[in-house]
C-alpha cells in the first residue's frame, strides 16, 4: 500500500504563484510515475504534469510555461510549482501515483484563484 499526502494549496491572487507537495510513504517502490490532476467546479478530473521516476515530465497545454513538476527521489516527495496562476486554475488538486498495476491517489488540496 502507498499513502499519499498533499500540501501547499490555498487562495492566492491571479498571477501569484504556489508550490505543491505530495509525500508518498508506505510501499514506495511500487510506485513508478507520479503526477498531479485537477478538478475545478463542475469539470472532469484532468492530468496537469506527470514525471517518471527517470524525469521524464509531460504537462497539460494549458499549463506549459507555467507549472513546473520535479520530484525528490531520496525524500519521496514530488513538486508542483506553480507560477502566473490564472482564475481558471482553481481547482481541487490530487497527487497520482501509478506503475503497471496500481494506482494511487491522495485526498486532494484546494487551490483558489482570485481575480
Known amino acids: 500500500q502507498v499513502q499519499l499526502v498533499e500540501s501547499g494549496g490555498g487562495l492566492v491572487q491571479a498571477g501569484g504563484s504556489l508550490r505543491l507537495s505530495c509525500a508518498a510513504s508506505?510501499?514506495?517502490?511500487?510506485?513508478?510515475?507520479m503526477g498531479w490532476y485537477r478538478q475545478g467546479p463542475g469539470k472532469q478530473r484532468e492530468l496537469v504534469a506527470a514525471?517518471?521516476?527517470?524525469?521524464?515530465?509531460n504537462y497539460a497545454d494549458s499549463v506549459k510555461g507555467r507549472f513546473t513538476i520535479s520530484r525528490n527521489n531520496a525524500k519521496n516527495t514530488v513538486f508542483l510549482q506553480m507560477n502566473s496562476l490564472r482564475p481558471e486554475d482553481t481547482a481541487v488538486y490530487y497527487c497520482?501515483?501509478?506503475?503497471?498495476?496500481?494506482?494511487?491517489w491522495g485526498l486532494g488540496t484546494q487551490v483558489t484563484v482570485s481575480s
Open positions: 514525471i517518471t521516476s527517470g524525469g521524464r515530465t
Open positions: 508506505g510501499n514506495i517502490l511500487e510506485i513508478n510515475a
Open positions: 497520482r501515483g501509478w506503475n503497471s498495476r496500481y494506482v494511487y
